[in-house]
């Protein structure tokens, strides 16, 4: 089975604690798994994707077909907010605006001496609309030269939704183009401990996280 990210698991394994009152997790499913491999020896052949809830099931007692189907091949996020309120936590859905180059181009970055080289180019942000990808080095920005310690504040003296010059190197070719600046940052989500949870609720939160 695909579980799209690592966030897609932990998903899952609040969901099982939730619905079980925290007498079934993640830990059970791969109890199981790891038994049929231990049985089967150097026969197993793994878990097929169609067959990973009806082992959960068997696992847990919970039927997650539909989620799973979900998680594994929908788009949507999940659900935070509702997921973590059964814990006692609360998730709060804000704005990426504390690092400008993620909000306004999509993109993480890290310092290589002097250089500012692009680590990861998010799916359909403005750097990648513009042509550039991991691995390129950003030489300037509207004319100016840039440094691993300026990126951002070059890019402060812009607005979202501005068009500026970009010029960049991929290995020894240089690259120049212009990219748009997102109009709107892409979501951050931050985790607090709700101080009115119920008494479930802060069981289900120590089950899970420990005291």
């Not at 998680?71 to 504390?98: C, N, Q």
């Not at 802060?202 to 005291?211: E, M, P, S, V, Y």
């Amino acid at each position: 089975m695909r579980i799209r990210t690592h966030a897609d698991a932990r998903v899952a394994a609040r969901t099982i604690r939730d619905r079980t009152g925290g007498r079934r997790s993640l830990d059970d499913v791969m109890r199981l798994l790891w038994r049929r491999y231990k049985k089967a020896g150097a026969t197993y052949r793994g878990v097929a994707e169609d067959e990973m809830p009806a082992t959960v099931e068997e696992a847990t007692g919970v039927d997650a077909g539909r989620l799973i189907r979900a998680w594994s091949e929908g788009t949507r996020d999940a659900d935070f907010a509702a997921l973590f309120a059964p814990f006692g936590i609360i998730a709060e859905r804000g704005l990426a605006l504390d690092e400008p180059h993620f909000a306004l181009l999509g993109i993480k970055t890290r310092r290589e001496g002097a250089d500012c080289r692009i680590v990861n180019v998010f799916d359909g942000a403005p750097a990648q609309e513009a042509g550039l990808s991991g691995g390129d080095v950003i030489v300037a920005l509207g004319g100016l030269r840039v440094r691993a310690s300026n990126l951002d504040g070059l890019l402060s003296r812009y607005a979202a939704g501005d068009t500026v010059a970009m010029v960049a190197f991929r290995r020894d070719e240089l690259l120049r183009t212009e990219v748009t600046l997102a109009t709107r940052p892409p979501p951050k989500f931050t985790l607090k401990v709700d101080p009115k949870a119920n008494k479930v609720a802060q069981r289900l939160r120590r089950q899970w996280l420990g005291n």
